[in-house]
């Protein structure tokens, strides 16, 4: 195990849904990621938390809301999902947002009908 | 623009074969790369990270290799086992910004 876990490992929801993603770790890391992951495409980089402070959001859409209540807890609200938004939602922390190796959880499986 | 592109998309091999992955990136400017092995239902781990200066670097039977000239990166496996089935990623990490760029990813399968 990477000391990073998430909660729930499947979800299934309809587009009209709320639905929160949780994660959570355990090494004493102060930066956080959202990532999203589509078959065959690369990793895409959501946000970024350091410090509980948000430092970056990719353009994502406000159906996709996070929040970072402390450095070991990082959630992923989600409301009125698309389709295309089905895709696998990797977490990950680091020590800093520099170069530092990141640790992923093993992912929410997510898909939206 | 900085991105990764890894080559084969997928590979299938014999159990106890050797295999070599490749990626290429344009990132600049360039400060390390790593590779990740994702197995099925889980996240990545790192498997390996080598900075500009470094040429190649090992871990068990995965050995990767660097040449900043060419901005190529290889992964070697050893002697493949039946675990090694996962899908490899290259990633190229910018300076200043220390960015992420991630490869789409070479899916392995190892058959007995």
């Known amino acids: 195990e990477t000391g990073v876990t998430q909660t729930p490992r499947h979800l299934v929801m309809g587009m009209t849904n709320k639905k929160s993603l949780k994660c959570e770790q355990h090494?004493?890391?102060?930066?956080m990621y959202w990532y999203k992951q589509s078959a065959k495409k690369p990793l895409e980089l959501m946000f970024v938390y350091n410090f509980k402070e948000q430092t970056e959001n990719n353009s994502v859409p406000s159906r996709f809301s996070p929040e970072c209540p402390n450095s070991s807890h990082l959630f992923l609200h989600l409301h009125t999902l698309q389709p295309e938004d089905s895709a696998l939602y990797l977490c990950?922390?680091?020590?800093?947002?520099?170069?530092?190796?990141?640790?992923f959880g093993p992912g929410t499986r997510l898909l939206v009908l | 623009k900085n991105q990764v592109e890894q080559s084969p998309q997928s590979l299938i091999i014999l159990e106890g074969k050797n295999c070599t992955l490749q990626?290429?990136?344009?990132?600049?400017?360039?400060?390390?790369l790593r590779w990740y092995k994702q197995d099925t239902g889980r996240g990545p781990v790192s498997l390996t990270i080598m900075t500009f200066s470094e040429n190649t670097k090992s871990n068990g039977r995965y050995t990767a290799t660097l040449d900043a000239d060419t901005k190529q990166s290889s992964l070697h496996i050893t002697a493949s086992q039946l675990s090694d089935s996962a899908s490899y990623i290259c990633v190229a990490i910018s300076g200043g910004y220390n960015k992420l760029i991630f490869g789409a990813g070479t899916r392995l399968a190892v058959h007995p």
């Open positions: 990950a922390s680091s020590q800093g947002t520099g170069p530092e190796t990141q640790y």
């Open positions: 990626c290429n990136y344009t990132v600049s400017p360039f400060s390390n």
């Open positions: 090494l004493g890391h102060n930066a």
